[in-house]
């Protein structure tokens, strides 16, 4: 009787300590790395995404307003030059959440800044390249990441990031549907003129 009770407890114990160590291993590999960050897919986080030229517009007012201009997040690697400090990406306050808050911080918490390889850009009022339309970019609802290593007319994407690993699909799976995505249309998808570079908050423009 006394022994087995002694058994379970330093059955008990060793569980006790197994745990203690699983956490301790788990909370400081994340130290220092957002380790109280949880994305928000709540509305505020993944607004609704609008479709075509009307929805653009009701969405996100008027082209090259201070809005479509209004928010920043930091990214590394945002630099022409691979080795550039980085630089702030802006685009509009309604993205804000999603961009700065949910698709920053994951790559960041996921350690995946190595993904990124220049350039990255957001609001950019502009005509797209060869054509009398407005680009998304002016409605700071579109962003580019990685564009030197994925062209407009590339038909695939390139995820060899600044760090040498090849990550695959891993950003614009952030970016687009689907878990852990943001709902951004990815520009990969356009038959006539894909963009891999290219992620937009609206459909159908
Ligand atoms: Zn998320
Ligand atoms: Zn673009």
Same mark, same amino acid.
């Given at each position: 009787?006394?022994?087995?009770?002694?058994?379970?407890? #330093?059955?008990?114990?060793?569980?006790?300590?197994?745990? #203690?160590?699983?956490?301790?291993?788990?909370?400081?590999? @994340?130290?220092?790395?957002?380790?109280?960050?949880?994305?928000?897919?709540?509305? #505020?986080?993944?607004?609704?995404? $609008?479709?075509?030229?009307?929805? @653009?517009?009701?969405?996100?007012?008027?082209?090259?307003?201070?809005?479509?201009?209004?928010?920043?997040?930091?990214? $590394?690697?945002?630099?022409?030059?691979?080795?550039?400090?980085?630089?702030?990406?802006?685009?509009?306050?309604?993205?804000?959440?999603?961009?700065?808050?949910?698709?920053?911080?994951?790559?960041?918490?996921?350690?995946?800044? !190595?993904?990124?390889? $220049? !350039?990255? !850009?957001?609001?950019?009022?502009?005509?797209?390249?060869?054509?009398?339309?407005?680009?998304?970019?002016?409605?700071?609802?579109?962003?580019?990441?990685?564009?030197?290593?994925?062209?407009?007319?590339?038909?695939?994407?390139?995820?060899?990031?600044?760090?040498?690993?090849?990550?695959?699909?891993?950003?614009?799976?952030?970016?687009?549907?689907?878990?852990?995505?943001?709902?951004?249309?990815?520009?990969?998808?356009?038959?006539?003129?894909?963009?891999?570079?290219?992620?937009?908050?609206?459909?159908?423009?």
């Amino acid at each position: 009787m006394t022994r087995s009770l002694g058994r379970a407890r #330093a059955v008990s114990v060793t569980l006790i300590v197994v745990l #203690a160590i699983t956490v301790f291993a788990a909370s400081s590999a @994340l130290a220092g790395h957002l380790s109280d960050w949880t994305h928000d897919h709540s509305d #505020a986080g993944v607004p609704p995404r $609008p479709s075509g030229l009307a929805g @653009l517009n009701d969405v996100f007012g008027p082209r090259c307003s201070d809005k479509a201009n209004n928010a920043r997040s930091w990214w $590394p690697h945002a630099d022409t030059d691979p080795f550039g400090a980085g630089k702030y990406v802006f685009y509009h306050t309604y993205l804000a959440r999603n961009i700065g808050f949910n698709v920053r911080n994951h790559l960041n918490a996921a350690h995946r800044d !190595g993904a990124l390889y $220049p !350039g990255i !850009g957001g609001y950019n009022c502009r005509l797209i390249a060869g054509s009398t339309s407005w680009s998304v970019h002016s409605w700071g609802a579109a962003i580019d990441t990685n564009w030197q290593r994925n062209p407009r007319f590339q038909t695939h994407w390139n995820g060899k990031g600044i760090d040498g690993t090849n990550y695959g699909t891993y950003i614009p799976d952030v970016w687009r549907g689907g878990f852990p995505g943001h709902r951004f249309f990815w520009g990969l998808n356009w038959d006539s003129a894909p963009d891999p570079m290219h992620f937009q908050y609206v459909t159908d423009y």
